[in-house]
């Protein structure tokens, strides 16, 4: 019966194709990897840290949102009547729970800090070697970094309420704990010490000299970057003794430079470039021809070639002495037909490989150890360091001679001129919690020239979406 | 291994039904004459005794009767047939329907035919020659109104546009492809309700290459009982296409010929945009009544927008007349043996406007083989080759010729004074922004076409393993390519800033499907006419999508000829990704089928795919359903006013697994996240292990009248679906990672309801001698509401998304009329409409209307006195409100300089104290009324209409005695018009009533009227 072995061979046919493996259903994307599959190898860990790196420097967090709000809330710049519309309710210190940059910041953060938790995470499962342990460490002080961004925008300063609501931790990826953690706000001080935790667990395991996947460029955290974002974080703490070990340990050892006369100066500020030499920036995000955010980034909220709506103020430019250096950095320009202080750190914008994101540089290191000097009664050697840098700032200034009072609001001053537009300016305010003057402007959109220290604008609102998504989140007074 | 067991245990119990089995038996195949199909469920008797079977769902019977004997044949709709048993093999039956209509006699899926007599499920069919040669491109733009509860919305006049089909309402939100029905093609599961590509602005149908003559029947599968063998793709219901196969005896050659020209649908009298003297007087109208300008200021202005000049009418400018020509070929014949259809066909057909047609070559050839007794083969091959030219359409494109229409002032000229096209993009007489485009020099310049070639084979084989046991191999290749050349001109238009833009792109889908089948045919002991047909089997499908693309800026501005992306300066983006999907089922389905009297049906699928996540890979799909012919019992015999009725009704499961896309549910690290010029990955899709498909309950009850003879169908049908699981995106903790700035999870959270009721009468009212009346009138309504939400009372969009509301319900200000003091626009400030402000941001939003249609209707008729036929097809749509995405800028004087306006609303606009009309002051800026022609419900219109789809005329010359000398056995010339009437109800609707499913009309390229005249002559 031939018909009976062919009708075997059809049904045993018909019941191999039922018995169908399971892979038949594991279709596999061509552009992803499964995340649980994502990172094997020390190359994989590089490339997610490439990744963690490209999601920090979107516009919604260092790229743009950041660093203009940091100057744009304090008094170094303002959104001009002739705008695209971009920024102004933080302009008018009219943001509310329902604002788009505070919900961004907030939202691009956590995005960041999972990309830091995955590379943690997985890469400890990776074999211990210099190379993992350089890019595991990058992960920890990018997750530093960021807890501080978002401790400083969303909770009150430490320096004045450290049991205050500071925001959620979250150091395990959510692919790992799941998607629906509802994680309160921890305080301000635990925030602070998970930021403190981070930092010293990068420095601690991070190879001096780089490895051959980062050599020590300023794209990527080195080990004496994460410790000069330590001495941020310990200063913005008011813990000036840590910021002051921290600081000091960045200028002994980092082996960073500050550009030294007038044309290393101006062509360090014209160079889109990462700093190989370990001059000036010790940190920064790479914005380059083939990666960055076209018309979106912070040269084009400056030049006037793009949306050129923010200016430095008059009261800023006045800050500079005529033979600062700093001051070629502005450019007298017009705006809507009115004269404006055009901002000209970030000069590339028209150019296809863009400025990188600034995110800390040797000369901040240096003020935070002058102040850290001056606020633990080393004035000597606060003028050392706070005049290693204005002295060469201004070729013609004989250097600061100030004592008690007068020499922390040269600190301050000396700060405030060299981090302009850097979007340090406000933290500055809330950690010394200072009232803020914001100067009118022939020209500026709405002016709201007083931030008491009783304003609760001084903490962004927590976003009403992520409250509504997490019910464990407070919101933050006043909103 | 469970499995092979099954199968095993299965083979065991035919075997022993084998042994039982009687010797001198008798085997025969009964077929309909007019189409050569199989027909099921076929009563044969022998005469003189009680003995008798049912046809089988092949047509084929097996009996035991001896030589002499009378077989005598009998089916609803069809004369019935005696014939005496004949030494040897029984000829095939060919029974000849009794009327013209009753064609849908059979359901044919995929896995099967079932007699309608006893089927248990909610189907409806369209018989392929109602739509032969009729001007449509794709045939869902045929089966508008041919079937109720099938919402078909021709929503672009693009030629082979994808058109929005919904069965049943709308049951999936997550996005239009995901509401489309399942398309099948010959037993094919095709990829059929998704545009072809991403291409923004574009569309094609990927069904486009279907040729409506190679159709023999269009068969919608809509409740549980019929679609629930579909699994987790049938809730959407299901289109199944059966093409046209060969049958036995004479060979026919069949030749028909269409063309004829295409011209635009008149636009309603409210949204013609103004003439050029209009639009001066407005304009210097509503810079008067600013009262910000002095005369000679306005003078100035005037000059400096060219008012000066004659102006030109954009709307003439970017339409014109088309043509429209269709030529098909086919060849149907062979003997019992074997039976071959092929045909061939051209179709083209050119829109109104500029630049936008489609190019269509079809051939088809379909062969059944019957190799012995028991085997038998048949192959399907459907080959077309379209090429497609699309402008970029809708208003959200500055180059799209409509929106061009609209927002173009009259006197931006097209032409220079020396003929040649304007270019110019300085001074407001010119275009001086790129939102500001001369369309002529788009359509000159810009390329937007797409060539598609579908191959579309199936090979059948049939074994007949014994008399009740039957199998069934099945193997399916449905292969597509598009190549896609998009170059938009660095001169004007949407890439100007960009110095030219040029997109190639390709795309292959590679769909292939194979299927093992056992049917099994069990006449119950001892019962006579008491049958159970079960079938089960197996199926496995893939489809593989590949794509790339490749896209760059900054073309050489004076060579147009240089459209090739390997001209361009900067190259911007090239992409290479898959989209596969997979499924694999196990199904089974039975029915219990007394004396065609009662009969019972259940399906059962279970069904894996991969765009499930792991935590739910697998569902299991099942329906019951039952039918009573009381026609069978004698105390219906009683009455003489009905000749049949039928009660049936089903419930059952079905799944929508079209509301995924491919890899969704996964977690990924995706790579692409670059920095410093070296690979970066990141955690960027949040993916989800328990995204599954969007499952349906589906009830339905219907009943089934047959009056006269059957001449006069009726049907009835109430339906309930409820829809489960709708895909949502849901707002998680931010902490995960997945807050504002990235794409939220998914889940199944959602749900809705459709409920409604769908009425048909179909037959033959009048048939004397010399006249006939066919008719098909139907109507469906449905109720579309949400039952459960991610977030209830959000907006979304423009609507309302809330519980107990339908998915479509507007939401927006709720417009007062106007101050007939002052001419200012006024709005309510609360839903209660108790007060209203003449500021619109203190106005109220509230819901109002929807977007989709309660109703659907279709009335065709055909009129045939002494052969000259008269065919009327009418289409009606009802309840609903319909809006328009850019009424802002097309109403009232605020933005004059911005746009041309809709005469509506220059003719009614307010201009002295006491008016009492809808439309404000005609004010430059808007005075207190800036913010008048923002969105409300004055621009919400009544969407209903009756359209005159389709009417020609026509006359069968065969019987000529010159004609006949030729061999001719028909010749038949006609007439024909498509769209030639349309009634709306809504004075103030300035658009053409028929807008995508989501109410919004976007100034896509509009529906043509075609005057057409044709012959078809067969041999």
Same mark, same amino acid.
Not at chain 2, 11 to 28: H, V
Not at chain 2, 365 to 391: R, W
Not at chain 2, 635 to 653: E, M, P
């Given at each position: 019966?031939?018909?009976?072995?062919?009708?075997?061979?059809?049904?045993?046919?018909?019941?191999?194709?039922?018995?169908?493996?399971?892979?038949?259903?594991?279709?596999?994307?061509?552009?992803?990897?499964?995340?649980?599959?994502?990172?094997?190898?020390?190359?994989?860990?590089?490339?997610?840290?490439?990744?963690?790196?490209?999601?920090?420097?979107?516009?919604?967090?260092?790229?743009?949102?950041?660093?203009?709000?940091?100057?744009?809330?304090?008094?170094?710049?303002?959104?001009?009547?002739?705008?695209?519309?971009?920024?102004?309710?933080?302009?008018?210190?009219?943001?509310?729970?329902?604002?788009?940059?505070?919900?961004?910041?907030?939202?691009?953060?956590?995005?960041?800090?999972?990309?830091?938790?995955?590379?943690?995470?997985?890469?400890?499962?990776?074999?211990?070697?210099?190379?993992?342990?350089?890019?595991?460490?990058?992960?920890?002080?990018?997750?530093?970094?960021?807890?501080?961004?978002?401790?400083?925008?969303?909770?009150?300063?430490?320096?004045?309420?450290?049991?205050?609501?500071?925001?959620?931790?979250?150091?395990?990826?959510?692919?790992?704990?799941?998607?629906?953690?509802?994680?309160?706000?921890?305080?301000?001080?635990?925030?602070?010490?998970?930021?403190?935790?981070?930092?010293?667990?990068?420095?601690?395991?991070?190879?001096?000299?780089?490895?051959?996947?980062?050599?020590?460029?300023?794209?990527?955290?080195?080990?004496?970057?994460?410790?000069?974002?330590?001495?941020?974080?310990?200063?913005?703490?008011?813990?000036?003794?840590?910021?002051?070990?921290?600081?000091?340990?960045?200028?002994?050892?980092?082996?960073?430079?500050?550009?030294?006369?007038?044309?290393?100066?101006?062509?360090?500020?014209?160079?889109?470039?990462?700093?190989?030499?370990?001059?000036?920036?010790?940190?920064?995000?790479?914005?380059?021809?083939?990666?960055?955010?076209?018309?979106?980034?912070?040269?084009?909220?400056?030049?006037? /070639?793009?949306?050129?709506?923010?200016?430095?103020?008059?009261?800023?430019?006045?800050?500079?002495? /005529?033979?600062?250096?700093?001051?070629?950095?502005?450019?007298?320009?017009?705006?809507?037909?009115?004269?404006?202080?055009?901002?000209?750190?970030?000069?590339?914008?028209?150019?296809?490989?863009?400025?990188?994101?600034?995110?800390?540089?040797?000369?901040?290191?240096?003020?935070?150890?002058?102040?850290?000097?001056?606020?633990?009664?080393?004035?000597?050697?606060?003028?050392?360091?706070?005049?290693?840098? /204005?002295?060469?700032?201004?070729?013609?200034?004989?250097?600061?001679?100030?004592?008690?009072?007068?020499?922390?609001?040269?600190?301050?001053?000396?700060?405030?001129?060299?981090?302009?537009?850097?979007?340090?300016?406000?933290?500055?305010?809330?950690?010394?919690?200072?009232?803020?003057?914001?100067?009118?402007?022939?020209?500026?959109?709405?002016?709201?020239?007083?931030?008491?220290?009783?304003?609760?604008?001084?903490?962004?609102?927590?976003?009403?979406?992520?409250?509504?998504?997490?019910?464990?989140?407070?919101?933050?007074?006043?909103? | 291994?469970?499995?092979?067991?099954?199968?095993?245990?299965?083979?065991?119990?035919?075997?022993?039904?084998?042994?039982?089995?009687?010797?001198?038996?008798?085997?025969?195949?009964?077929?309909?004459?007019?189409?050569?199909?199989?027909?099921?469920?076929?009563?044969?008797?022998?005469?003189?005794?009680?003995?008798?079977?049912?046809?089988?769902?092949?047509?084929?019977?097996?009996?035991?009767?001896?030589?002499?004997?009378?077989?005598?044949?009998?089916?609803?709709?069809?004369?019935?047939?005696?014939?005496? +048993?004949?030494?040897?093999?029984?000829?095939?039956?060919?029974?000849?329907?009794?009327?013209?209509?009753?064609?849908?006699?059979?359901?044919?899926?995929?896995?099967?035919?079932?007699?309608?007599?006893?089927?248990?499920?909610?189907?409806?069919?369209?018989?392929?020659?109602?739509?032969?040669?009729?001007?449509?491109?794709?045939?869902?733009?045929?089966?508008?109104?041919?079937?109720?509860?099938?919402?078909?919305?021709?929503?672009?006049?693009?030629?082979?546009?994808?058109?929005?089909?919904?069965?049943?309402?709308?049951?999936?939100?997550?996005?239009?492809?995901?509401?489309?029905?399942?398309?099948?093609?010959?037993?094919?599961?095709?990829?059929?309700?998704?545009?072809?590509?991403?291409?923004?602005?574009?569309?094609?149908?990927?069904?486009?290459?279907?040729?409506?003559?190679?159709?023999?029947?269009?068969?919608?599968?809509?409740?549980?009982?019929?679609?629930?063998?579909?699994?987790?793709?049938?809730?959407?219901?299901?289109?199944?296409?059966?093409?046209?196969?060969?049958?036995?005896?004479?060979?026919?050659?069949?030749?028909?010929?269409?063309?004829?020209?295409?011209?635009?649908?008149?636009?309603?009298?409210?949204?013609?945009?103004?003439?050029?003297?209009?639009?001066?007087?407005?304009?210097?109208?509503?810079?008067?009544?600013?009262?910000?300008?002095?005369?000679?200021?306005?003078?100035?202005?005037?000059?400096?927008?060219?008012?000066?000049?004659?102006?030109?009418?954009?709307?003439?400018?970017?339409?014109?007349?088309?043509?429209?020509?269709?030529?098909?070929?086919?060849?149907?014949?062979?003997?019992?043996?074997?039976?071959?259809?092929?045909?061939?066909?051209?179709?083209?057909?050119?829109?109104?406007?500029?630049?936008?047609?489609?190019?269509?070559?079809?051939?088809?050839?379909?062969?059944?083989?019957?190799?012995?007794?028991?085997?038998?083969?048949?192959?399907?091959?459907?080959?077309?080759?379209?090429?497609?030219?699309?402008?970029?359409?809708?208003?959200?494109?500055?180059?799209?010729?409509?929106?061009?229409?609209?927002?173009?002032?009259?006197?931006?000229?097209?032409?220079?004074?020396?003929?040649?096209?304007?270019?110019?993009?300085?001074?407001?007489?010119?275009?001086?922004?790129?939102?500001?485009?001369?369309?002529?020099?788009?359509?000159?310049?810009?390329?937007?076409?797409?060539?598609?070639?579908?191959?579309?084979?199936?090979?059948?084989?049939?074994w007949n393993i014994w008399d009740q046991l039957k199998y069934t191999g099945y193997a399916s290749m449905d292969y597509q390519t598009n190549e896609e050349t998009s170059f938009l001109n660095a001169q004007m238009g949407d890439a100007r800033s960009l110095n030219g833009s040029g997109t190639s792109q390709y795309s292959r889908y590679a769909n292939w499907l194979v299927r093992n089948q056992l049917d099994y045919r069990y006449n119950i002991h001892g019962v006579e006419d008491f049958y159970v047909d079960a079938s089960?089997?197996?199926?496995?499908?893939?489809?593989?999508?590949?794509?790339?693309?490749?896209?760059?800026?900054?073309?050489?501005?004076?060579?147009?000829?240089?459209?090739?992306?390997?001209?361009?300066?900067?190259?911007?983006?090239?992409?290479?990704?898959?989209?596969?999907?997979?499924?694999?089922?196990?199904?089974?389905?039975?029915?219990?089928?007394?004396?065609?009297?009662?009969?019972?049906?259940?399906?059962?699928?279970?069904?894996?795919?991969?765009?499930?996540?792991?935590?739910?890979?697998?569902?299991?799909?099942?329906?019951?359903?039952?039918?009573?012919?009381?026609?069978?019992?004698?105390?219906?015999?009683?009455?003489?006013?009905?000749?049949?009725?039928? +009660?049936?009704?089903?419930?059952?499961?079905?799944?929508?697994?079209?509301?995924?896309?491919?890899?969704?549910?996964?977690?990924?690290?995706?790579?692409?996240?670059?920095?410093?010029?070296?690979?970066?990955?990141?955690?960027?899709?949040?993916?989800?292990?328990?995204?599954?498909?969007?499952?349906?309950?589906?009830?339905?009850?219907?009943?089934?009248?047959?009056?006269?003879?059957?001449?006069?169908?009726?049907?009835?049908?109430?339906?309930?679906?409820?829809?489960?699981?709708?895909?949502?995106?849901?707002?998680?903790?931010?902490?995960s990672g997945f807050g504002a700035t990235q794409t939220s999870q998914a889940q199944n959270v959602g749900a809705l309801q459709n409920k409604g009721w769908e009425f048909t009468v179909k037959g033959v009212p009048v048939k004397t001698k010399d006249f006939s009346w066919n008719v098909n009138l139907n109507a469906a309504y449905n109720a579309n509401r949400m039952t459960k939400l991610a977030q209830n009372n959000q907006v979304n969009g423009n609507y309302w998304l809330a519980n107990n509301y339908d998915y479509y319900?507007?939401?927006?200000?709720?417009?007062?009329?106007?101050?007939?003091?002052?001419?200012?626009?006024?709005?309510?400030?609360?839903?209660?409409?108790?007060?209203?402000?003449?500021?619109?941001?203190?106005?109220?939003?509230?819901?109002?209307?929807?977007?989709?249609?309660? +109703?659907?209707?279709?009335?065709?008729?055909?009129?045939?006195?002494?052969?000259?036929?008269?065919?009327?097809?009418?289409?009606?749509?009802?309840?609903?409100?319909?809006?328009?995405?850019?009424?802002?800028?097309?109403?009232?004087?605020?933005?004059?300089?911005?746009?041309?306006?809709?005469?509506?609303?220059?003719?009614?606009?307010?201009?002295?104290?006491?008016?009492?009309?809808?439309?404000?002051?005609?004010?430059?800026?808007?005075?207190?009324?800036?913010?008048?022609?923002?969105?409300?419900?004055?621009?919400?219109?009544?969407?209903?209409?009756?359209?005159?789809?389709?009417?020609?005329?026509?006359?069968?010359?065969?019987?000529?005695?010159?004609?006949?000398?030729?061999? +001719?056995?028909?010749?038949?010339?006609?007439?024909?018009?498509?769209?030639?009437?349309?009634?709306?109800?809504?004075?103030?609707?300035?658009?053409?009533?028929?807008?995508?499913?989501?109410?919004?009309?976007?100034?896509?390229?509009?529906?043509?009227?075609?005057?057409?005249?044709?012959?078809?002559?067969?041999?």
């Amino acid at each position: 019966m031939k018909f009976n072995k062919l009708l075997y061979i059809l049904l045993a046919g018909t019941a191999t194709l039922t018995a169908c493996k399971k892979s038949f259903l594991d279709e596999q994307p061509s552009t992803s990897v499964t995340v649980t599959e994502s990172i094997k190898t020390t190359n994989d860990l590089a490339d997610a840290v490439n990744g963690m790196y490209n999601v920090m420097k979107a516009t919604t967090l260092f790229g743009r949102d950041i660093p203009v709000l940091g100057d744009l809330l304090a008094d170094n710049t303002y959104v001009n009547v002739t705008n695209s519309g971009r920024y102004l309710l933080e302009n008018n210190y009219q943001f509310i729970s329902t604002t788009t940059e505070p919900s961004n910041i907030y939202s691009r953060a956590y995005f960041s800090i999972l990309q830091a938790n995955r590379i943690i995470y997985e890469g400890k499962k990776l074999p211990a070697s210099d190379d993992n342990n350089q890019l595991i460490g990058e992960a920890y002080a990018s997750r530093g970094l960021l807890y501080l961004e978002l401790v400083n925008w969303f909770g009150a300063p430490y320096t004045v309420n450290p049991t205050a609501s500071g925001v959620p931790i979250v150091t395990t990826p959510s692919y790992v704990s799941g998607f629906s953690v509802k994680t309160p706000r921890a305080t301000v001080s635990a925030v602070y010490t998970q930021i403190v935790s981070d930092l010293d667990s990068a420095y601690a395991i991070m190879p001096t000299g780089g490895t051959s996947f980062h050599a020590i460029n300023s794209d990527y955290i080195a080990k004496y970057a994460a410790k000069a974002i330590e001495s941020r974080a310990y200063l913005y703490k008011g813990d000036y003794a840590n910021a002051l070990t921290a600081a000091k340990l960045v200028v002994d050892n980092g082996q960073y430079t500050l550009a030294q006369n007038a044309s290393a100066f101006t062509g360090f500020w014209a160079n889109p470039a990462a700093q190989t030499g370990k001059l000036e920036t010790i940190f920064e995000l790479n914005q380059n021809a083939s990666s960055n955010l076209g018309n979106t980034g912070l040269d084009a909220i400056f030049s006037q /070639a793009g949306y050129g709506d923010i200016q430095a103020t008059d009261d800023l430019y006045s800050a500079y002495t /005529a033979t600062d250096l700093r001051r070629t950095l502005m450019v007298s320009g017009l705006r809507g037909g009115q004269q404006a202080w055009i901002i000209n750190k970030f000069p590339n914008y028209s150019n296809t490989d863009k400025d990188e994101t600034k995110i800390i540089r040797y000369a901040e290191v240096l003020v935070t150890l002058a102040e850290s000097y001056a606020r633990t009664g080393d004035e000597a050697n606060a003028k050392i360091y706070l005049n290693q840098l /204005a002295k060469v700032r201004d070729p013609s200034f004989a250097g600061y001679t100030s004592t008690g009072a007068q020499l922390i609001t040269d600190i301050l001053n000396e700060r405030r001129k060299e981090l302009a537009f850097e979007g340090l300016r406000f933290f500055d305010f809330t950690r010394l919690n200072l009232v803020i003057n914001r100067p009118k402007q022939a020209y500026g959109y709405v002016s709201y020239p007083t931030v008491s220290i009783s304003d609760y604008h001084r903490i962004l609102p927590i976003p009403q979406s992520a409250r509504d998504a997490n019910s464990a989140l407070t919101q933050n007074p006043g909103y | 291994m469970k499995r092979i067991f099954t199968f095993f245990f299965t083979l065991s119990i035919f075997a022993m039904n084998f042994a039982m089995a009687q010797n001198t038996k008798l085997t025969g195949k009964v077929v309909s004459a007019d189409d050569g199909q199989p027909l099921p469920g076929v009563s044969v008797s022998i005469q003189g005794t009680k003995q008798g079977v049912l046809s089988d769902g092949d047509g084929n019977f097996t009996l035991t009767a001896s030589v002499g004997q009378v077989l005598a044949f009998s089916y609803v709709g069809f004369t019935g047939q005696q014939i005496t +048993i004949p030494a040897g093999a029984l000829p095939v039956i060919k029974l000849k329907s009794d009327n013209h209509m009753l064609s849908d006699v059979v359901i044919k899926d995929s896995y099967g035919t079932q007699a309608k007599k006893t089927y248990t499920g909610s189907a409806g069919v369209v018989k392929g020659a109602e739509n032969e040669n009729k001007p449509f491109s794709t045939f869902q733009q045929a089966l508008q109104g041919e079937i109720a509860g099938v919402n078909v919305q021709i929503n672009s006049g693009q030629p082979g546009a994808l058109n929005q089909v919904r069965i049943r309402g709308i049951n999936s939100i997550t996005s239009a492809a995901a509401a489309q029905p399942l398309y099948v093609i010959d037993g094919m599961i095709v990829n059929g309700g998704a545009d072809l590509t991403q291409r923004a602005g574009g569309t094609l149908s990927p069904l486009a290459g279907i040729n409506n003559n190679d159709i023999e029947n269009i068969t919608v599968l809509k409740d549980a009982a019929a679609t629930a063998i579909y699994g987790s793709r049938g809730s959407n219901g299901v289109i199944v296409i059966n093409t046209k196969r060969g049958k036995s005896g004479k060979t026919e050659v069949r030749f028909d010929a269409e063309g004829g020209i295409s011209s635009n649908l008149p636009l309603p009298d409210a949204g013609k945009p103004l003439t050029p003297d209009q639009y001066r007087s407005m304009f210097n109208e509503a810079f008067v009544n600013s009262g910000q300008y002095t005369a000679a200021q306005i003078t100035a202005l005037g000059t400096s927008y060219g008012l000066n000049s004659a102006g030109n009418n954009w709307y003439d400018l970017v339409t014109k007349r088309g043509s429209q020509q269709q030529y098909n070929v086919s060849v149907n014949g062979g003997n019992e043996k074997t039976r071959i259809f092929t045909s061939a066909g051209y179709f083209t057909q050119d829109a109104t406007v500029l630049k936008s047609y489609l190019k269509r070559i079809t051939g088809t050839l379909n062969l059944d083989h019957t190799v012995s007794k028991s085997f038998s083969i048949a192959t399907n091959l459907n080959v077309s080759s379209i090429n497609q030219n699309a402008p970029l359409q809708g208003s959200a494109y500055y180059s799209s010729p409509l929106a061009s229409a609209y927002f173009l002032r009259p006197f931006q000229l097209g032409y220079n004074a020396d003929g040649s096209i304007n270019s110019s993009v300085t001074g407001n007489a010119n275009f001086p922004t790129s939102s500001n485009s001369n369309p002529l020099y788009i359509a000159a310049h810009d390329v937007r076409g797409i060539n598609n070639v579908r191959l579309l084979g199936a090979q059948t084989i049939k074994w007949n393993i014994w008399d009740q046991l039957k199998y069934t191999g099945y193997a399916s290749m449905d292969y597509q390519t598009n190549e896609e050349t998009s170059f938009l001109n660095a001169q004007m238009g949407d890439a100007r800033s960009l110095n030219g833009s040029g997109t190639s792109q390709y795309s292959r889908y590679a769909n292939w499907l194979v299927r093992n089948q056992l049917d099994y045919r069990y006449n119950i002991h001892g019962v006579e006419d008491f049958y159970v047909d079960a079938s089960v089997g197996y199926e496995a499908q893939k489809s593989a999508g590949y794509l790339n693309t490749a896209y760059a800026t900054g073309y050489p501005l004076t060579q147009p000829t240089l459209t090739a992306v390997g001209n361009a300066a900067t190259p911007a983006t090239a992409s290479e990704s898959t989209s596969n999907y997979t499924f694999d089922a196990l199904y089974a389905r039975a029915n219990i089928n007394y004396k065609n009297r009662y009969s019972l049906s259940g399906s059962f699928r279970r069904d894996g795919g991969s765009r499930f996540g792991t935590d739910k890979q697998y569902g299991s799909f099942y329906s019951v359903g039952g039918a009573w012919n009381i026609d069978g019992e004698d105390f219906f015999k009683k009455q003489n006013i009905l000749t049949t009725a039928k +009660i049936r009704s089903s419930y059952g499961t079905t799944g929508n697994a079209n509301a995924l896309a491919n890899y969704q549910w996964r977690p990924t690290a995706g790579y692409g996240f670059n920095y410093n010029s070296a690979n970066g990955q990141a955690y960027n899709t949040v993916g989800n292990p328990s995204l599954t498909w969007e499952s349906s309950k589906k009830f339905d009850i219907g009943v089934d009248f047959g009056f006269f003879n059957d001449r006069l169908l009726f049907n009835v049908d109430y339906y309930n679906n409820k829809v489960d699981g709708l895909i949502q995106l849901v707002n998680i903790p931010w902490e995960s990672g997945f807050g504002a700035t990235q794409t939220s999870q998914a889940q199944n959270v959602g749900a809705l309801q459709n409920k409604g009721w769908e009425f048909t009468v179909k037959g033959v009212p009048v048939k004397t001698k010399d006249f006939s009346w066919n008719v098909n009138l139907n109507a469906a309504y449905n109720a579309n509401r949400m039952t459960k939400l991610a977030q209830n009372n959000q907006v979304n969009g423009n609507y309302w998304l809330a519980n107990n509301y339908d998915y479509y319900t507007y939401y927006t200000r709720a417009y007062a009329g106007v101050n007939p003091a002052n001419g200012n626009a006024l709005w309510y400030t609360d839903a209660g409409r108790t007060s209203t402000t003449t500021n619109y941001s203190a106005a109220a939003r509230v819901p109002y209307g929807h977007a989709d249609p309660k +109703i659907t209707s279709g009335f065709s008729n055909t009129f045939n006195y002494k052969g000259i036929i008269l065919a009327l097809d009418f289409y009606g749509n009802f309840g609903n409100r319909i809006s328009d995405s850019w009424s802002y800028y097309l109403n009232d004087g605020t933005y004059i300089t911005g746009a041309n306006k809709y005469q509506y609303t220059w003719l009614n606009r307010w201009t002295t104290p006491g008016q009492v009309t809808d439309v404000p002051k005609n004010v430059y800026g808007g005075g207190s009324s800036s913010n008048s022609s923002s969105g409300s419900t004055r621009f919400l219109y009544y969407g209903d209409y009756i359209r005159l789809k389709n009417v020609s005329l026509g006359y069968d010359l065969k019987n000529l005695d010159v004609v006949k000398k030729c061999g +001719i056995s028909k010749l038949y010339l006609y007439a024909r018009a498509t769209n030639l009437w349309t009634k709306t109800y809504d004075k103030r609707l300035p658009f053409d009533p028929e807008v995508p499913i989501n109410g919004y009309n976007t100034e896509d390229i509009p529906q043509i009227r075609t005057i057409t005249i044709g012959l078809n002559v067969g041999f």
